[in-house]
């Protein structure tokens, strides 16, 4: 566990900043991504950060040990108003419903 790259998580979380992360998938596709972070969850196995994605303007799941590089902004974004971290947790019991695999846990 890369205890620096946990702190800076951490922090982003509890100052409720923005961060950019380059990230690389479990089929190995590299992207950058600017995410709100709300919480560190261990499931299927694995540390992850849950977050809203600005990219795809949706919420997503990282692999905390497939982050290569974390930067937090300096400037606040604004987040859409239905972003929480309780209605994240809505998504994620209804999407555990359905099958879930390791590709969902890549953050593509």
């Known amino acids: 566990m890369d205890f620096i790259l946990w702190d800076q ?3 982003a979380i509890s100052s409720k900043q923005w961060i950019y992360l380059s990230y690389t998938s479990l089929v190995g596709s590299r992207s950058k991504r600017i ?5 560190l969850f261990y499931w299927g196995g694995k540390w992850t950060l849950g977050g809203w994605c600005g990219l795809k303007q949706d919420y997503r799941d990282f692999r905390i040990d497939r982050i290569e590089s974390l930067d937090l902004e300096v ?6 108003t239905n972003v929480s971290l309780s209605d ?8 555990s419903l359905q099958n879930t695999t390791d590709t969902m846990l890549s953050g593509v």
Request: glycine share 4%; hydrophobic share 25%; charged share 25%.
């Open 9 to 11: 998580l951490h922090k």
């Open 35 to 39: 995410v709100y972070p709300l919480g």
């Open 75 to 80: 400037s606040q974004r604004e987040l859409p």
């Open 88 to 95: 994240y947790i809505e998504v994620q019991k209804s999407s």
